[in-house]
């Protein structure tokens, strides 16, 4: 089984200097950056964090109880809206991990994701916030991937999840051309795009091939947060509301805690 992982090639070329991703979109200076504490190292009651975020112990492959949601167990979800990423079954099989957050401003999230996802588990009849039909409504084209990585966002009291749909393999292997989707309905989503380019002392240098993190644009195309998956990996946020803040940095922290996935 093949692993997708950040190619070994960009180390070798950038030895000499610091890595960091250069945004396709927006000048990264006017993002704030933030440095990620916890994501390497033992993940025995690891924690994540950057900036004034911080996730609660992350729980991988669980098969028991932990999470806030009195509708989230180990049994099968009991909104049939949605998929299940949590039965027993499927984390044994899978790669799944979960954590909380909270901010000052009394958001909470519950954050569950799962690798080597079905799409066909997603698309449950025709459900139109699900986002596999978005996706489908928004560019044309069917999801047709089998081993895909897949979270479900739940914020504060919300029963309706932000669902993430994301290709790593695809994201490497046609960085330039993939895109990944986090929505909760049609009107309400974001696009990630593959970051293919460094910051050099002479500007933006792109990579020959693959993507070293992901660029996070809302529907207007702008973009509002980024994450670098080298090294300890880095954080980029604009100036949003603190709601918007809040959802974004756990989309941040779903994407830093994957571990290599096989394709």
Do not use: H
Not at 143 to 163: D, G, H
Not at 186 to 195: F, V
């Amino acid at each position: 089984m093949k692993k997708i992982v950040l190619s070994t090639f960009i180390l070798l070329a950038w030895a000499c200097t610091p890595f960091k991703p250069a945004v396709s979109n927006a000048d990264i200076n006017t993002l704030t950056e933030y440095k990620v504490k916890g994501r390497q190292g033992l993940l025995i009651n690891q924690k994540l964090s950057f900036g004034e975020y911080q996730t609660s112990k992350v729980k991988r492959s669980w098969t028991k109880g932990g999470n806030s949601r009195s509708t989230v167990s180990v049994s099968t979800v009991t909104d049939i809206l949605y998929p299940e990423i949590l039965t027993e079954e499927r984390v044994n099989r899978n790669q799944t991990f979960s954590f909380q957050m909270s901010d000052a401003f009394q958001n909470k999230s519950d954050a569950y994701a799962a690798s080597d996802f079905e799409a066909d588990k997603i698309l449950i009849g025709n459900n139109p916030n699900s986002v596999v039909n978005i996706i489908r409504n928004i560019t044309g084209k069917d999801v047709e991937q089998s081993n895909m990585f897949y979270a479900q966002i739940y914020l504060n009291q919300s029963e309706k999840p932000w669902e993430l749909v994301l290709d790593n393999y695809a994201s490497q292997k046609d960085a330039k051309q993939y895109a990944g989707f986090f929505s909760v309905n049609e009107n309400q989503y974001y696009i990630l795009k593959p970051i293919t380019q460094l910051q050099t002392s002479k500007g933006p240098k792109s990579i020959w091939m693959g993507s070293v993190g992901f660029e996070i644009c809302d529907t207007l195309n702008k973009t509002v947060a980024a994450v670098s998956l080298m090294d300890n990996g880095l954080v980029y946020m604009a100036e949003v509301s603190e709601e918007e803040r809040f959802l974004l940095a756990n989309l941040c922290a779903v994407l830093l805690l994957q571990q290599d996935v096989a394709d």
